[in-house]
């Protein structure tokens, strides 16, 4: 990203001025801390509609950073985004519903934030300048693979399957299309599954953990059989940097973590590194539209960035539970929604 004075508000006499959507969530809290540890002159605003999965206490750590600021909004407001970008250089979108159960509940909200929201994203990039744009999306756009196929590339056909997937499907497209179109310097990263610290307990690995240190037991879809391939969400971050730093405008990169599994052996992993047996597991219904198995190559990223996965799955787990371990009220309040009361009044 080329340095450049900054005369709006924020941003340093060198650094760079960026726009976060989604900051306040898992992947894009994570982001945002590497970014301003990684890059101490840029700027961040960060912008989110702090739904019930974005959590401000995620970034408190870093909430007087002179170089950090909080907005509340959302990214379908078109005024307030359109205002929020000047002298903004990079817009790097997080902002997405992606729970796939809630999903198939309803995909109003899905289509509204996933697709209607990067719309508007795009429209104000074009306008103000062409602003370097990245847009975070997922492996689930690809479909699922056999037991016995190869992983996914930058060039696999779009199949999703489930109407979460779907929407970041369209919103994928999207991105390309105003490459096409306008010219727009865009890039896009689709990743496999994430886990780590700051994870909202609603997904498999953090519901796990949380579960077993509440002596709870834990949900295994259908037998168990579907296969994850899983990325330490610093493997991630890491990634869409070496991206922005590095990528080719207009390309797509695949970041994978190396570590395909299946449910089952997953589970069983989290319960010996957390000393507990199988009497845990309960089996429940298998959820519509459930796909068998994904993976990622992450060829082209290594090839042209260096980039690949540092933290194995054995590795990653073990810090994930040490972190949940020692954050308990961090996941006490979220699962009891009593972190929301950390919230400025008239924010929540």
């Not at 005369?7 to 060198?14: D, R, T």
């Not at 902002?95 to 999903?103: G, I, M």
Request: with cysteine; aromatic share 12%.
């Amino acid at each position: 990203m080329p340095e450049k004075n900054m005369s709006a508000k924020g941003g340093s006499a060198s650094g760079g001025k960026l726009l976060i959507t989604g900051g306040a969530g898992f992947i894009g809290s994570n982001f945002i801390r590497y970014w301003l540890n990684k890059y101490p002159e840029d700027f961040i605003i960060n912008l989110d509609k702090l739904t019930y999965a974005g959590n401000l206490e995620s970034l408190k750590d870093i909430e007087k950073n002179p170089n950090y600021e909080f907005v509340q909004g959302d990214i379908c407001d078109f005024e307030l985004v359109n205002d929020l970008v000047d002298g903004v250089d990079l817009i790097v979108n997080f902002a997405a519903e992606t729970h796939v159960d809630r999903s198939v509940m309803s995909s109003k909200d899905f289509i509204r934030t996933n697709v209607e929201g990067t719309m508007v994203l795009l429209d104000v990039a074009k306008n103000n300048g062409g602003i370097r744009f990245h847009h975070v999306s997922t492996d689930e756009v690809f479909g699922d693979l056999s037991l016995d196929g190869a992983a996914f590339t930058e060039k696999s056909s779009y199949n999703p399957r489930n109407p979460y997937s779907a929407s970041k499907a369209a919103s994928d497209h999207l991105v390309r299309a105003y490459y096409h179109t306008h010219g727009l310097p865009i890039s896009i990263s689709n990743c496999s599954n994430n886990y780590g610290p700051y994870h909202f307990p609603e997904k498999i690995i953090p519901l796990f953990i949380t579960n077993l240190l509440e002596n709870k037991k834990v949900p295994v879809y259908g037998e168990g059989k579907n296969i994850r391939d899983w990325i330490y969400v610093m493997d991630h971050v890491r990634g869409i940097d070496f991206i922005i730093k590095k990528g080719k405008i207009g390309q797509t990169y695949c970041l994978g973590g190396n570590s395909e599994i299946t449910n089952i052996e997953l589970t069983k992993k989290i319960l010996k590194l957390m000393g507990k047996g199988e009497e845990m597991i309960e089996f429940v219904k298998d959820r519509p539209g459930h796909d068998l198995r994904y993976a990622m190559d992450y060829t082209k990223a290594k090839n042209e960035l260096d980039w690949e996965p540092q933290v194995n799955l054995e590795q990653g787990l073990k810090q994930t539970i040490d972190w949940f371990k020692n954050n308990q009220a961090w996941w006490q309040r979220v699962k009891s929604g009593e972190y929301r009361e950390y919230y400025p009044k008239g924010m929540a």
